[in-house]
């Protein structure tokens, strides 16, 4: 059976809180898992838990812990562009306490993802990706998508129907809101495109594998979805053989069903353990 263990280790004088996760005979490939904030190494419906317990049994040494500010961890919370010296800090503890281990795959959901592709290129022995609905949420792609996702199928519910005909539907405040969502999807891109651009280029600059896992009912992977037909730079990334791109029709954001965090727990043992 794999063992669990606390971690405590320091960064910037703050004392951060891990669990480490040791596979009876761990491979040399170890996973640290990157939280979306605002969160805790605990997960949604104890989402890391329970996927730090598979991959462990599947001989895979897992880390996952609080950042500065979150959880048992000391110090003021930060978002997921200040929280690169708390990924060293935690990268360094965990090959501290696993020596055998020689490479390392973040695994990062939402603004979590996000994060750990920033830092991915940062240090050679992160070998791989996993980015589950990545963030990248600007005004215009965040009106596009609600336009295109929630009102478009809004108009194909009965129920809608049944409740504007009962004049249980507010036309006025429905009618503002789709005003200013159409003004929001036609900004200009230029103002609103800085961090799928900076996604893009940190992907690019890392070199190594990934795998990228979309829930079919969250609009913000949805978000993600519609970068490669707006932009050729993303269809290219994508298309590339070291990515492999995923979608778990109807899961919700942060996988909320047994039987999809089971699949992304599935998914993610077979990749790891491909290459």
């Known amino acids: 059976m794999p063992q669990e263990r606390v971690l405590h280790f320091t960064c910037h ?35 890391f838990v329970l996927l730090a317990r598979h991959l462990a049994e599947h001989q895979i040494p897992v880390m996952r812990f609080d ?59 992160i070998a791989g990706l996993v980015m589950a609905n990545p963030w990248v949420r600007t005004p215009q792609g965040q009106a596009r998508t609600t336009l295109r996702h929630y009102y478009l199928q809004r108009i194909r519910d009965r129920e809608f129907w049944h409740k504007l ?29 800085p961090l799928p651009q900076r996604l893009y280029q940190s992907l690019q600059r890392f070199h190594g594998p990934i795998l990228i896992i979309l829930s079919g009912a969250d609009l913000g992977a949805r978000e993600f979805m519609a970068l490669p037909r707006q932009h050729k730079h993303w269809r290219t990334l994508l298309a590339s ?30 990749w790891i353990r491909s290459w």
Request: proline letters at 5%.
């Open 13 to 47: 004088g703050c004392s951060l809180f891990g669990i480490l996760h040791v596979p009876d005979q761990p491979s040399q490939r170890g996973v640290l898992i990157v939280t979306g904030g605002p969160q805790y190494r605990i997960g949604s419906h104890r989402q």
């Open 67 to 125: 950042y500065r500010g979150m959880g048992d961890s000391e110090g003021e919370m930060r978002g997921f562009e200040n929280i690169q010296e708390d990924l060293e800090a935690a990268i360094h503890e965990f090959f501290t306490a696993m020596p055998q281990m020689k490479e390392l795959v973040l695994w990062g959901l939402c603004d979590g993802a996000t994060a750990a592709a920033f830092h991915a290129s940062a240090d050679p022995r």
């Open 165 to 193: 005909a009962r004049g249980r539907f507010g036309v006025g405040a429905a009618v503002g809101s789709l005003r200013q969502l159409a003004v929001a999807a036609g900004q200009p891109s230029a103002q609103v495109a």
């Open 241 to 270: 053989p070291r990515v492999r791109q995923t979608v778990i029709p109807n899961a919700n954001h942060t996988f909320a069903r047994q039987a999809w965090r089971d699949e992304v727990a599935a998914l993610c043992t077979h």
